[in-house]
């Protein structure tokens, strides 16, 4: 009964679907989520012209296709968040098949690009990463197994999407493509997490990590070598790291200005990677601090959100979802900062990128879809607080 | 059902159908397990939404705070990233030895480096550089030059003819740093003390001098202090003094045909280190590379002196005797059974040569005998040897001001059994360094009063440390060692008009297998001069020597350190300013007394 009272979307008697979804949308998210579009394009029309020079097309060209890809993106975007938390779960699943099947085609049909690590299909007009498409909807698997496990009588769905864990990221390594695989075990971990993983479990796996991460440091010389190098205050200053550093440093805090940044001509990967490192010299602090600023309210606000959701599925798939974005900008920031080790990794929403520009509208869109407002028995709540029971 | 669009149920969990499952007859506990209060889990589950939530906007926080401070520090050229902060002190003060002569010191030096965007004709300046720097490629350069980078270091150092070179091609995008150089004009002479320095942080103004071992690594920050005003570090080493004992030991190493050599020469009373050498030695101007491979104890860069720790036999049979005069067990005439061989559980204790069945204290002493000692050291008692071994620092590693003395603890028992007390009275089953051993004949010689090994010099009086021993019984154990060499083991380490006195060490060293090699020692000789009122303490230490004396192949500290160490102290005693003195009185035990009463 509990259920039926508040698991579905309030419906006003004739009210028009828009103005439910208007009404009941997290505007703060989808305000961020437009200010980081604009952001990206913005700082497109900077980072993207010496690879359009490169390859011989008019400077603003991959501007151009990025504002038609985030067009795309959003009606996508949109129109997921339209539906209703039920009909995203069996689209997710759905999805979930074909994406899996896409990736584990690769080595079969994937093109490496000549990059060294086949991650993609070739569609002639555009590159598709089945791999960004896969992350969304695998969280959408996974909160539906373990929603399904707390349920009297359910299937053991924490084990299962474990077992589907080990698939994945066996196949994401393969590619190889141990950013994704990373990210991948974190947003499942995240969830995991909420889920109710056991305290005993959690420290234990910590502990194992601690102590693989001493042991490795301690028996594998380049291991060493690597971290060492990352905790050395020196950069050396040819790396794409150097660079980047000193791209931020040269901004300061106004910037040097709008197109007299120097670095985005030095680093290949400035269109993607390091798109910050641009942001920061043409823009300054100011700029940078107000894209950490629009990540760090996204996803704390969506975690937020989802504490008072009494659905276990959207309360699982919204933390994987936030913690799938929020891991992501935390890395690729946190890398051309040197907080973490060197790791190849967009920004959402904010770099260049066709199919992760897509892949990504779809995740928000869930995302929005399952941060609606719904009626939580808030009453209960507030009884609870105060010592009823 | 947990959305619901329509009143009609939907089958959307496929592990569950939508008929109802009907209990097996043989399986009537199917039913569903008890799972956690829904409520319940939804509170743990906001706990941890909210602590990732935490976890997310600390880490957002942490970028966005490492990004202000990068904003914020200043560029410099060339950027080397993370360094921000004050400028690089290249100063960095001299060292000297106790008179004043310059161990180590600073001279000015260019360095090469580029600006390819500066240039005017980068692919001419590849082959202009190529010209006055042979080993500098053309097309590596030119690639370089072209490549779009900003910057290149191409020489640390360059000599002011190869800069009049650079100058006369006219490039402006090469340019010129100027940085100090650490020079030792000494080359390898005292290079274990000095250990060498590098350059660390570097900027095309000026680039920072880091020691890397020795006093250069200990002292690194006092030395480059500039507060000091270039105030030079006065080491206790003696030039003269550290040049006559490394070539008198490297010529003894040879003849000797050892493999490692080592020797300390100390101020007995103030612990300062005068001379202190290990071979095989290297330059500090081009310190080596640490071996990676093989022994790391039969590297140049390792000091025998201090990072050693060897079993130092016999030299130890004088704490023994020392102490149990100390205790009032035996005085220096009291008889000790030396009947051998001495048995404790399945152990033997032999000596070298039969002795007979009686000697005194003081002819256990001088014909070294493993039984007479061991028998001491039984009466004296575990812990009271331990306890005087602690006071003359045995347990811990010397607090000298080398890098490498706080690695070199000595090896000494944990359990610490009868056998031990036996074996450790002669000098087995406890290693440690020729630096402890030296620190502690001067403790027990001078007097009485440990003494504090260091490499500075010190000018003010030194105060007596702890007492270890009693004058009087500091004077009998002088008076031993001098028998010694009179009329005992070092025979050949008269020197004449400055009475040495010392005790010989010949240890089998132990095989990294287990046991001990038969064919390969360590000899040691540890002593003082003048016997009756120490000046200095001298030890000599040699790895593995050999040599054909006297018809036999002689491996014993008698015929291989003592010889180099009598040659040290002939050289060094006048270099001392000691006076020689050839009154026979000076010899006879009343001589030692008097020096007793006075140091009382």
Known sequence: MTEIAHGAVVVLPGEAIVSRWWRTIDKGVLGALVLLFAVGLLLGFAASVPLAERNGLQPFHYVY?????????????????????????????????????????????????????????????????????????????????????????????????????????????LQPDFGQAMLTIVAWSAVYFVAGAPIAILTGV???????????????????????????????????MGYAIDAIREGGFFGTGVNEGRVKWILPDAHTDFIIAVAAEEYGLLMVLFI???????????????????????????????????????????????????????????????????????????????TRTRPQAEIGDHLLSNGYR | MIFRRKPKPVATDPFQPVTPRVPRPRDPVAVAPPRENPEKMRLRAERRLKFTAACFVFGFAVVGLKMGAISASEAREPRTGGLAGAGIVSARADITDREGRVLATNVTATALYAQPHLMVDPVAAAEGLARIFPDMKVDTWTRRFTSGSKFYWLKGNISPEQQQAVHDLGEPGLLFGQREMRVYPNGPLASHVLGGARYGAQDVRAAEIKGVAGVEAVFNDYLSDP?????????????????????????????????????????????????????????????????????????????????????????????????????????????????????????????????????????????????????????????????????????????????????????????????????ISYG??????????????????????????????????????????????????????????????????????????????????????????????????????????????????????????AGEERRTAGWTAVPVASEIVRRVAPLLGLRPDFDPRADSFGAYLTQAAASR
């Open chain 1, 292 to 370: 950490v600023t629009l990540f760090a309210f996204i996803s704390a606000r969506c975690l937020i959100r989802l504490c008072h959701e009494r659905d276990t599925f959207i309360r699982l798939a919204g933390t994987g979802l936030t913690v799938l974005l929020a891991s992501q900008a935390f890395i690729n920031l946190g890398v051309a900062v040197r907080l973490l080790p060197a790791k190849g990794m967009t920004l959402p929403f904010v770099s260049y990128g066709g199919s992760s520009l897509i892949a990504m509208g779809a995740l928000t869109g869930m995302l929005l879809c399952f």
């Open chain 2, 227 to 423: 507060a000091r005003e270039g105030a030079p570090l006065r080491l206790s080493v003696d030039l003269s003094v550290q040049t006559a004992v490394e070539r008198v030991l490297a010529s003894g190493m040879g003849l000797m045909n050892a493999k490692g050599a080592a020797a300390i020469l100390m101020d007995a009373k103030t612990g300062e280190i005068v001379s202190l050498a290990s071979l095989p030695d290297f330059d500090p101007n081009d310190r080596p590379a640490p071996a990676t491979e093989g022994d790391p104890g039969d590297s140049p860069l390792f000091n025998r002196a201090v990072q050693g720790v060897y079993e130092l036999g016999s030299t130890f049979k004088i704490f023994a005797a020392a102490q149990s005069l100390e205790l009032g067990l035996t005085n220096a005439g009291t008889m000790i059974d030396t009947q051998g061989p001495m048995r404790q559980g399945r152990h033997r204790i032999r000596d070298f040569h039969d002795y007979g069945p009686r000697l005194s204290v003081t002819d256990v002493i001088v014909k070294s005998s493993n039984v007479g000692t061991a028998r001491m050291a039984l009466d004296i008692g575990a812990a009271r040897q331990k306890a005087f071994l602690e006071s003359l620092g045995f347990f811990a590693p010397t607090p000298v001001e080398l890098t490498e003395a706080p690695g070199a603890r000595p090896i000494v028992p944990t359990r610490w059994p009868e056998i031990s007390t036996m074996t």
């Open chain 2, 428 to 549: 087995h089953g406890l290693s440690a360094s020729p630096l402890h051993l030296a620190t502690a004949y001067a403790s027990l010689l001078n007097g009485g009063t440990r003494v504090t090994p260091t490499l500075l010099a010190r000018d003010d009086a030194v105060e007596p440390g702890a007492r270890v021993v009693s004058p009087r019984v500091s004077a009998e154990a002088r008076h031993m060692l001098r028998q010694v060499v009179t009329r005992g083991t070092a025979s050949l380490m008269e020197v004449e008009g400055y009475q040495v006195g010392g005790k010989t060490g010949t240890a089998d060293k132990p095989s990294p297998t287990g046991g001990y090699y038969d064919d390969k020692t360590i000899t040691t000789f540890a002593g003082i001069f003048p016997a009756q009122d120490p000046e200095y303490v001298i030890v000599v230490s040699l790895d593995e020597p050999s040599i054909f004396a």
């Open chain 1, 65 to 173: 296709r990025q504002a038609f890809f985030g067009g795309l993106a959003f009606v996508v975007m949109l129109g997921i968040s339209m539906m209703s938390p039920h009909m995203v779960r069996r689209l997710g699943v759905i999805g979930f098949f074909f994406a899996a099947a896409a990736v584990m085609l690769l080595p079969v049909l994937g093109t490496d690009f000549g990059k060294g690590a086949v991650r993609w299909y070739s569609l002639g007009f555009a590159s598709v990463q089945p791999s960004e498409f896969l992350k969304p909807v695998f969280i959408v698997m996974t909160a539906w197994l373990m929603a399904s496990a707390a349920e009297p009588n359910g299937p053991p769905g924490k084990s299962i999407s474990f077992a589907v864990l080990v698939v994945i990221v066996a196949f994401l390594a």
């Open chain 1, 206 to 240: 910590v502990a194992c990590v601690g102590l693989a991460g001493v042991f490795a440091y301690q028996n594998s010389e380049h291991f060493a070598r690597r971290i060492d190098g990352f905790l050395s205050p020196d950069v050396d200053p040819r790396t794409q």
